[in-house]
Nanobody
Framework: QMQLVESGGGLVQAGGSLRLSCAAS????????MGWFRQAPGKERQFVSA????????NYADSVKGRFTISRDNAKNTVYLQMNSLKPEDTAQYYC???????????????????WGQGTQVTVSS
């Protein structure tokens, strides 16, 4: 069983930056592909970014490409999401997720993930 704890959310002005962290429990973190998702009130949870278990591949939603960067430190059991040039439409609860499934696609489907954190709120003011 893996537990995920997100941190780093907060209130920021448009154009600002935040770095989210997701700390994972368990000795097998390096075998998991990690994803970030977000959910705004009244909307479905949407994919933001994913990074493969070995850190050699990652992908992003079109809405965040060029602004957000995902990374991981397997020695610290942590995955990060650096968010720059934030926009009011980035406001949402951000969730970290983990999957051990080997998949040839983009890991953008919520159903691929077995473990989820409780989320951290990001609010971007205009």
């Amino acid at each position: 069983q893996m537990q995920l704890v997100e941190s780093g959310g907060g209130l920021v002005q448009a154009g600002g930056s935040l770095r989210l962290s997701c700390a994972a429990s368990g000795p097998t973190f390096s075998t998991y592909t990690m994803g970030w998702f977000r959910q705004a009130p009244g909307k479905e949870r949407q994919f933001v970014s994913a990074i493969w278990w070995n850190g050699q591949s990652s992908n992003y939603a079109d809405s965040v490409k060029g602004r957000f960067t995902i990374s991981r430190d397997n020695a610290k059991n942590t995955v990060y999401l650096q968010m720059n040039s934030l926009k009011p439409e980035d406001t949402a609860q951000y969730y970290c997720a983990a999957t051990a499934r080997v998949y040839s696609g983009t890991y953008s489907d919520t159903h691929l993930y077995d473990y989820w954190g409780q989320g951290t709120q990001v609010t971007v003011s205009s």
